[in-house]
């Protein structure tokens, strides 16, 4: 009997010192959690030996399981087998639909000695409970790695949690694409704001008018820095099939990322006008723009045909992307060539527009094109977003503003009724640098955007009236490709930028903690490592300017 004990002890010593010298998850991941609550239990023992349960039949939970089981082995070498769960025969990690949970995408993992459950009212949710949970685990290739009991519970403050990405100044394949959508899932983002159409080139598969992207999908050359006048004069472009687009919205769909395309009208369009001279006033000819910048040459609103063209255009769009939503830009485009153009003028008569004190009557005319396209878009189910412009053209509230001249515009635009998402250039375009010390940056667009900045960003104004901060429905981080022209450079400049976004668009203010955030991101960043992504490793480090 004494020799049992002593087997017994000498057992458990091992056991322990077994579970010392495992790592250790941590649940202070970014976003951080809403709530880590300790339970009264052994630690979860996670050694490959478990399996992850799913419900039967369910396919987007079965998804859920499969990549959970990919992020596991990918962050720490083991490797977990999934299943349908079975009455009565629970898996080590349950993955469980909860009907009664307040957010359709808040999460609850409970951790206990014998279990793993990670629970959301949708799909959705149980995909972000995912997502914490594989940011908990230590990076490396392991054994086994404990988890404390615990229960860790987590709900965004906003629904719309977007990132932007333009592959029009330059163009990004269909793989670079993905991985765009792989950050953003990691980081609990759900929408894709992806900039398709521009000055610059036109990047989609227009069947009914091929030349768009077999002419407009490419220039003659690129102007060499900040609009010098020296043009590298390299035939540059390229366009997504209607096929690849397909994929790519599928690949972000599985993520519970929804991409909102952008067909920019009805301004930055040189591309179109070259591809369909007759769409513009003056009839061109036309060059697709190998300068940055707004362009005085935009859509003709005199010519039926031109109106016809945006439907027929975004008829096409509609059948590619399902989201709610379409952005049609409406940004900086100039009325010049409208206020000399006959046609243009003639269309303004015809409908009575006359301008007023604080608006012209060719802003009044791109309202009028707004709406028609808003009421068309409508009858289709879907809702239009556009750039904080259109606020001076009288358009109907039902429209979605985006504010990118700072938060002042998306803050009247909530008061006027309209839904806004706020993406002001300070600080969340992140094309911008992230120092003042530029001399060893890669070249940006300008300005200064740091990562502190980014995390002290509020969406909603402290004195915005409670009826309209309602009207606050999201928050996005920009990042246009002027002097961005490869994979890496695009991750340089969103990461670890876009981990603060992550805690603008998830936590409330009342809990966001920047230092506690910088002790947090380290781990994140290790992550990043583990995918080989490129990242600002300064920015851990340096002090705020």
Not at 67 to 84: A, D, K, M, N, V
Not at 93 to 115: F, P, Q, W
Not at 298 to 303: A, F, T, V, Y
Request: a negative charge.
């Amino acid at each position: 009997m004494k020799r049992l004990a002593i087997i017994l002890i000498i057992a458990a010593i091992a056991e322990i010192t077994a579970l010392a010298q495992t790592p250790q998850a941590d649940y202070r991941v970014i976003p951080l959690p809403d709530r880590i609550d300790g339970i009264k239990d052994n630690v979860f023992r996670l050694n490959g030996s478990q399996l992850i349960d799913y419900p039967k039949g369910n396919r987007d939970m079965e998804r859920n399981a499969l990549l959970l089981s990919r992020y596991i082995e990918e962050q720490t070498g083991l490797h977990l087998s999934t299943r349908p769960v079975i009455k009565g025969d629970a898996g080590n990690i349950s993955l469980v639909l909860d009907a009664t949970m307040d957010n359709d995408e808040g999460y609850r993992i409970t951790v206990r000695s014998k279990s793993i459950e990670v629970c959301g009212k949708t799909p959705a949710g149980v995909f972000y409970g995912i997502q914490t949970l594989r940011k908990s685990l230590p990076v490396g290739c392991f054994e086994a790695v404990a988890l404390p009991a615990a229960q860790v519970v987590g709900c965004p403050q906003f629904g719309y949690r977007g990132m932007h990405l333009d592959c029009v100044r330059h163009f990004f394949g269909v793989e670079t694409v993905k991985r765009y959508i792989d950050i953003m899932a990691l980081h609990g983002m759900n929408r894709l704001h992806w900039h398709l159409t521009d000055d610059q080139g036109w990047r989609i598969e227009i069947k009914k008018y091929p030349r768009l992207a077999e002419v407009g999908g490419w220039r003659k050359g690129t102007t060499l820095g900040h609009n010098s006048p020296v043009n590298d004069g390299i035939r540059y472009g390229g366009y997504y099939t209607q096929e690849e687009i397909r994929d790519i919205v599928r690949y972000a769909a599985d993520r519970y990322i929804t991409i909102i395309p952008e067909i920019d009208m009805p301004g930055h369009m040189v591309a179109a006008l070259t591809a369909y001279p007759e769409l513009g006033c003056t009839g061109g000819p036309y060059e697709v723009w190998g300068m940055w910048g707004v362009h005085d040459d935009i859509l003709c609103m005199g010519k039926d045909h031109t109106l016809q063209f945006v439907q027929d255009v975004l008829d096409e769009v509609m059948t590619l992307f399902p989201s709610r939503y379409i952005h049609i830009g409406g940004d900086e485009a100039p009325r010049v060539r409208w206020e000399q153009c006959p046609l243009c003028q003639q269309r303004i008569s015809d409908l009575g527009i006359h301008g007023t004190d604080n608006k012209s009557a060719e802003a009044l005319l791109q309202g009028w094109f707004t709406t028609r396209i808003q009421d068309y878009l409508s009858k289709h189910g879907r809702s239009i977003i556009g750039w904080d412009e259109l606020l001076g053209c009288d358009i109907a509230p039902s429209a979605t503003i985006m504010s990118w001249r700072g938060a002042e515009p998306g803050a009247e635009g909530a008061k006027l009724g309209h839904d806004v998402i706020m993406s002001p250039v300070g600080p969340l375009y992140f094309d911008y640098y992230q120092t003042s010390s530029t001399w060893n940056e890669p070249t940006a667009f300008g300005g200064c955007n740091t990562l502190k900045k980014v995390y002290d960003f509020e969406p909603i104004p402290t004195e915005l009236p409670e009826a309209a901060r309602r009207h606050i429905i999201g928050v996005q981080a920009n990042l246009w490709t002027e002097y961005i022209t490869c994979e890496p450079q695009i991750q340089y400049q969103v990461l670890p930028r876009m981990a603060a976004l992550a805690e603008v668009q998830w936590l409330r203010p009342a809990d966001k903690d920047y230092d506690d955030f910088l002790a947090r991101l380290p781990h994140l960043v290790d992550i990043y490592k583990r995918y080989g992504w490129t990242y600002r490793a300064k920015s851990l480090t340096e002090k705020d300017e």
